[in-house]
């Protein structure tokens, strides 16, 4: 069964800084890897994509990677801003389409 | 308007009852999904479709039943609600094509439907 752990769990940093959140499955037998973020009571916005084939994906501030054989990924916020704050949540897919979440990382941007 | 509508946003039951949560697109995605969203647990597939009148059990269908008879309808009842079935719920739609606008295997998540089960 599939398992996705997100690290850390929560992650408080002043505006300006770079920073990384981390996300590891426990099969490599993946479609792609997509990165989400949640705002407090809303649903979920779709940020990055990469394919088992790419190794990163890039969006703005944004940078994923993707090191399919470790199981690993990353997304690299630039230059933070209050802005995104939120949670942020990774997810594989598995046959079917079907997504296999981490629990989230929650953060917060200081202004 | 496009989109992908859940409904109701809010809903509070008694234990027992039958409740219907409706999703609704406007992509003709062939994919549709519910997912429940719980503190401590994460996301977790509920039920998912893979084209109309074609449904498949996820990592937690116990006490709900789904049915797809038009693409683009996705209702999920709670045939007799309980407690442990408090939860957010979330709807979401995907192309594996990459023909529509979302580009292939994104998924689109609805708003979500908060249910509190008394």
């Known amino acids: 069964k599939q398992e996705v752990t997100q690290i850390p769990a929560a992650l408080s940093v002043p505006e300006g800084e770079n920073l990384v959140l981390n996300c590891s499955f426990t099969?490599?037998?993946?479609?792609?890897l997509q990165w989400f973020r949640q705002d407090p009571g809303k649903g979920l916005t779709s940020l990055l994509l990469?394919?088992?084939?790419?190794r990163e994906q890039t969006s703005g501030r944004l940078n994923a990677s993707l090191d399919k054989s470790s199981g690993r990924s990353t997304l690299y916020i630039a230059a933070s801003q209050p802005g995104d704050s939120a949670t942020y949540l990774c997810a594989v897919m598995e046959y079917g389409n079907k997504l296999v979440f981490g629990a989230g990382t929650i953060l917060r941007v200081k202004s | 308007d496009a989109g992908i509508t859940q409904s109701p946003r809010y809903k509070i039951t008694e234990t027992g009852r039958q409740v219907t949560l409706m999703c609704h697109q406007t992509w003709s995605h062939s994919y549709m999904f519910w997912y429940r969203q719980d503190l401590g647990h994460g996301l977790r597939l509920i039920y998912y479709s893979a084209a109309a009148d074609i449904t498949d059990k996820g990592e937690v269908p116990d006490g709900y039943v789904v049915s797809r008879s038009k693409t683009e309808n996705f209702p999920l009842t709670l045939e007799s609600a309980t407690r442990s079935q408090t939860s957010v719920y979330f709807c979401a739609s995907s192309d594996p094509t990459g023909a529509t606008l979302s580009g292939a295997n994104v998924l689109t998540f609805g708003a979500g439907s908060r249910l509190t089960v008394l």
């Open positions: 990469i394919q088992s084939s790419q």
């Open positions: 099969d490599s037998a993946i479609y792609n």
